[in-house]
């Protein structure tokens, strides 16, 4: 069965600190994995896929296919990162997508 | 328009009653997807439609609750017996097929 797992609910840092949020998932296919964020009264919106490999707003993600895992870092958190951040699977040839129970992110001045 | 709409944003109302959410996705999305945001429970799928084929209802809760999608276009998530339970943010989201979700503000449901 598809599942995303996201252990930690809260992630409190410090300014200027280095910021990773865990995401591992069970797939059993070739899966496409995203990083999507909510800022604090917009909606949620896409922040990075790892097909495009690239970095937004500082953070990058790599898929580890051995460990099934794709985390979210930032080397420098600032206050402005403080948000709610979900991993999300996309599958099957209907490329249904499924969410983490997400984590929070509080970056502290 | 130019990204999802739902409405109504904000819905209160008596244990038992009927609700219905409406979502309209951005034209041309093939995709659309129902999910109930809670705390402590993240972004928990319901329901997802894919042009004309037949929905994947798998992540609905219960029987009370059902979806249909009118011309492959605006989609009503209904909800019957509202529970308390129930209480929480449906959100829509639509894309083209495989591609990135967009969302919608979400419609807050308070059950009392």
């Known amino acids: 069965a598809q599942r995303v797992t996201q252990p930690e609910k809260l992630l409190s840092v410090f300014k200027g600190a280095p910021v990773e949020l865990k995401c591992n998932y069970s797939?059993?296919?070739?899966?496409?994995l995203f990083w999507y964020v909510q800022y604090s009264r917009q909606r949620l919106q896409l922040l990075l896929r790892?097909?495009s490999r690239e970095s937004i707003k500082g953070f990058t993600a790599d898929l580890n296919k051995g460990e099934t895992s794709f985390h979210l870092k930032k080397p420098f958190a600032q206050e402005e990162d403080s948000a709610m951040y979900y991993c999300?699977?996309?599958?099957?040839?209907?490329?249904?997508?499924?969410f983490g129970a997400g984590t929070r992110l509080f970056v502290k001045a | 328009g130019a990204g999802v709409s739902q409405s109504p944003s904000n819905k209160v109302t008596e244990k038992g009653k009927d609700v219905e959410l409406r979502c309209d996705p951005i034209?041309?999305?093939?995709?659309l997807y129902w999910y109930r945001q809670s705390l402590g429970q993240g972004l928990e799928f319901l329901i997802y439609?894919?042009?004309?084929?037949?929905?994947?209802k798998s992540g609905l809760p219960s029987d009370r609750f059902s979806a249909e999608r009118t011309g492959g276009s605006v989609s009503t998530l209904t909800i019957q017996r509202t529970q308390q339970e129930d209480s929480a943010v449906y959100l829509c989201?639509?894309?083209?097929?495989?591609?990135?979700?967009?969302f919608g503000e979400g419609s807050r449901l308070t059950v009392l």
């Open positions: 999300a699977l996309s599958s099957g040839g209907g490329f249904k997508t499924i």
């Open positions: 797939y059993s296919g070739s899966p496409e």
């Open positions: 790892h097909i």
């Open positions: 034209s041309g999305h093939t995709a």
């Open positions: 439609f894919q042009g004309n084929s037949a929905p994947d």
């Open positions: 989201a639509s894309n083209p097929r495989g591609r990135e979700l967009f």
